[in-house]
DNA sequence: TCGATCTTATAAACCGATTGATCTGTCAAG
DNA sequence: CTTGACAGATCAATCGGTTTATAAGATCGA
């Protein structure tokens, strides 16, 4: 039966005062090296480990940070929570993951609820979380400190990494018309996400660039998820005048684009170009794999998690995207470039 | 500046002693109705919330648990995370989750560590945790309650919840054969799940029954990810004699497959079928959709959490797999099964 | 009316660490 | 031979709850 052994035990058998341990574990300075040596070999005898919970009444830092997060897209969570958890587990800080539901009446309550009941030091947030009023209000009420990761709004608050979804959603847009596409259709992304509006603006400005037209019929209310793009893919099926290619803002929704049209009998990607957004592990599995923009999530939520635990309140870090270019995407073929028939269908 | 306010603050607001407040919290018999109503009004008033840490020093349980896992499948996981998250958040338990590398030689101190620091009530092991034995001697040392998902070895050790693994496989593997398939080939799964075991027997076991052979070529080593899946299938196709069909013991090392196939100019499902197991929210994204095995994930970590809260020390809960069919098995044509000639090839 | 059972108060000990105040030695520089 | 700077001991308070012991008023049945 291995007895919970406390910093009394360790002095009692390192023969030093129960001050002298807690300066050797807090790092604190007036302690020779012999004498550090032996509480050191004391607290390894006793596999003694310092209650959390006792030092955290104490007063000092709980040395736990919490990650709060609602997606919806279980390998982009896969890749913020790595990112996080790798960076803490170098410092020695434990990490909480707790999910909510932005949506929630109380999950400002939640939130509040849960710093004050565990005393975390600091806390990421991760989108949409980032721009949800109750949590934002509680947190600042609190007087906790917390960075952000892809924030829409309120920049000013706090610290934050991020990408510059507009100018990767241009890219993507512009790399789409310089393969002969013009007619593009975009899925947005969830209404609650501010990434999706910036995405749809960049996915405008490049064709306004290119002065194309801008047409709604050809845009369609996503979710992030797997069926919103299936959804959105038939209903451009059935439009007269077909895109040629669809951008879909996240790799979920270009997943179910694709499934939509395979459904429908196209041959991809030569009857439709598809494009997405994110680069998670997602993008090679389906076929085509995807050409997709490349979103540094791990490094963001590492970085994240760097500017917390260094005490960087007010920093904001733009990470660099890249379009990947994968099987998904392909140039527009001349016949199909040529006419603008309305009723010009993918293949006969 | 909300000021962290404690039981005196309460006790002193309500009228009533110390004592009081903590019966009202702990529900222990000896509080009047309207006394405990005092005492309510006074704690919402003051936004007041019990410090865990406090509870915790005084002996107490820290209504929290611990979610321990090591896994390559973030949907598998996502899907145990909610599972066990919303028996919790029923219970107003917090759940930890804790990832870990079982091939790490100091996992079992990690596992150690986490339990005295945090005090958590009790933990949840998730395969393959669940038969990594540094943990499993981590975790009786400490005498700390602990449940198990789909353990593989020392059934009698704890309760735990699971599948038939080897009957789900063999179900598959008739299932397959029943189309007419013959060349059956098998991707095994990660070796250190012991599942993978378990699910290769049922594969033989169905072989057997129906008279075939067993042929070794047709195995190839896996390790539950896409690009084990990957490397199988290009494998299978370099083979003299290909199979017919491929069971790849999860879904994304079914994508795998699928995704070597499409490369290798493959018309699927007609030119060659691909089986999963688990149906995760992947097997409806790749193309064709997988026939899969329906594992209950969700309620296998949802049962798993209740058995743990409930004290529930040494039960043993099957829960019911179900055979999913979608588009990627095909029977097999006609003139495919007449011949079993070494040279055959799948398409002229 | 008496005793039993509730209901609540008061005071103090305790959980395991941190921290501040106070005090005693060492040892080396001036 | 002082004088500091450093190393460490001792004691007690503190964090925010739980819990035990003791006491006492209220309520109720016999």
Known sequence: M????NIRDVSALAGVSIKTVSRVLNDHPYVSKTTRKKVEDAIKELDFRPSVAARI??????????LIYDNHSPYYIDQIQSGCWQRCHEAGVRLLGQPVDV????????????VSETHVDGIVLSSPVTDCDP????LEGLGIPFVRISPGTNHAMTSSVFMDDAQAA?????????LGHRRIAFVKGHPNHMASDERLFGYRRALDRAGLPFDPRWIADGAFDFDSGFLACQMFLALPERPTAVFASNDDMAAGVQAAAHQAGLDLPNDLSVAGFDDTTLARMVWPPLTTIRQPTFELARTATELLLTGQTLVHRRLQH???ERDSVAPLPAHKTATNNPL???ST
């Open 135 to 138: 949590v934002l209000r509680a």
């Open 57 to 66: 009444l104490a007063g000092i830092n709980s040395s736990q940070i919490a």
């Open 103 to 114: 949506a929630d009446p109380d999950v400002g309550d939640q939130v509040r609820g849960l």
């Open 344 to 346: 010009d269908r993918p």
């Open 322 to 324: 890249e379009l990947i």
């Open 170 to 178: 241009d890219d993507m847009t512009t790399h789409l018309i310089n």
């Open 2 to 5: 291995s007895q919970r052994s």
